[in-house]
Nanobody, 124 residues
Framework: QVHMVESGGGSVQTGGSLRLSCAIS????????VGWFRQAPEKDREFVAS????????YYEDSVKGRFTISRDNVKKMAYLQMNNLVLEDTAVYYC?????????????????WGQGTQVTVSS
């Protein structure tokens, strides 16, 4: 069973930056896609970004394009989400997820297991 531990969240002002990390254990991370999702208060969990196993295929939700960057380190079994120019609407609990089947045709669907998430709070 895959286990994910997110970290790096915090409180920042608008325009600030944060880098989220996700440590993955179990499974064969290097063979699968990985994604980031977020859930704001009283809202459903939503897709943020995903990356194929090789890193060659990347997807972003429209509102984060140009501001967020997903990356991965298959040797360390880590995934990252660099978030720049944060806005109030980015406030949410952020989760990573794997395995995901990310391809040229699909950003992938999340697996059934989730970590505890990391809170990101953006204030003006």
């Amino acid at each position: 069973q895959v286990h994910m531990v997110e970290s790096g969240g915090g409180s920042v002002q608008t325009g600030g930056s944060l880098r989220l990390s996700c440590a993955i254990s179990g499974g064969q991370f290097e063979y699968y896609g990985v994604g980031w999702f977020r859930q704001a208060p009283e809202k459903d969990r939503e897709f943020v970004a995903s990356m194929s196993w090789s890193g060659e295929t990347v997807y972003y939700e429209d509102s984060v394009k140009g501001r967020f960057t997903i990356s991965r380190d298959n040797v360390k079994k880590m995934a990252y989400l660099q978030m720049n120019n944060l806005v109030l609407e980015d406030t949410a609990v952020y989760y990573c997820n794997t395995p995901m089947y990310v391809s040229a045709r699909s950003r992938g669907e999340p697996g059934t297991h989730w970590g505890q998430g990391t809170q990101v709070t953006v204030s003006s």
